[in-house]
């Protein structure tokens, strides 16, 4: 199986700060890297598809790059309504799977 | 618009079994892969299922193999989680998710489960 580790696990922001979370797969994933974000008591939404794509209606702030085994999404202004748990999910395999979360908390 | 509605959560002793449905409304339900994902009590995501459009092919997380089973009935929009021999560690809200571009992009609300004697 493919591992997913997220990092960091938490981190305190301002409003207006520029947000960067790591997800390192444990192998070559093909660029089919996910980002999720959850709010407490909601569902997940997704945000970032296939490492760079956005979803429809996702706010352009947020943006997904990289390759390979390491993987990055950027908040580039944060705003109130960002603060929430990330998730990070790769698709490349068989058995997908979740990085462990990101908890973006408030300054 | 897309809505996927739980149902069937609720309380189990160790051992029993409960089925879980996904009604899907919004979209041609045949056309699109599904898949359960779930959350313990304060944890994180974890994928359970997948589901081919026409149910030919199903995938499970290691955890759930041999235990759960995943079906649906395209002519009735819907998703069925079959989980037998319930373990605590399966107490969980159970999410039923379309099939995106190789992600899930759209959620249920989710349908707690929890395994207790």
């Known amino acids: 199986d493919i591992q997913m580790t997220q990092s960091p696990s938490s981190l305190s922001a301002s409003v207006g700060d520029r947000v960067t979370i790591t997800c390192r797969a444990s192998?070559?994933?093909?660029?089919?890297l996910n980002w999720y974000q959850q709010k407490p008591g909601k569902a997940p939404k997704l945000l970032i598809y296939?490492?760079?794509s956005l979803q429809s209606g996702v706010p352009s702030r947020f943006s997904g790059s990289g390759s390979g085994t390491d993987f990055t999404l950027t908040i580039s202004s944060l705003q109130p309504e960002d603060f929430a748990t990330y998730y990070c999910?790769?698709?490349?395999?068989?058995?997908?799977?979740f990085g462990q979360g990101t908890k973006v908390e408030i300054k | 618009e897309v809505q996927l509605v739980e149902s069937g959560g609720g309380l189990v002793q160790p051992g029993g079994s409960l089925r879980l449905s996904c009604a899907a409304s919004?979209?041609?339900?045949?056309?699109?892969?599904m898949g359960w994902v779930r959350q313990a009590p304060g944890k994180g995501l974890e994928w359970v299922a997948n589901?081919?459009?026409?149910?030919?092919?199903?995938q499970f997380v290691d955890s759930v193999k041999g235990r759960f089973t995943v079906s649906r009935d395209n002519t009735k929009n819907s998703l069925y989680l079959q989980m037998n021999s319930l373990r605590a560690e399966d107490t969980a809200v159970y999410y039923c998710?379309?099939?995106?571009?190789?992600?899930?992009?759209?959620w249920g609300q989710g349908a707690l489960v929890t395994v207790s004697s």
């Open positions: 296939s490492t760079s």
């Open positions: 192998q070559t994933i093909n660029n089919y």
């Open positions: 589901i081919k459009k026409d149910g030919s092919d199903k």
């Open positions: 999910q790769q698709s490349d395999s068989i058995a997908w799977r």
């Open positions: 998710a379309r099939h995106g571009t190789w992600s899930f992009n759209y």
């Open positions: 919004g979209f041609t339900f045949s056309t699109y892969w």
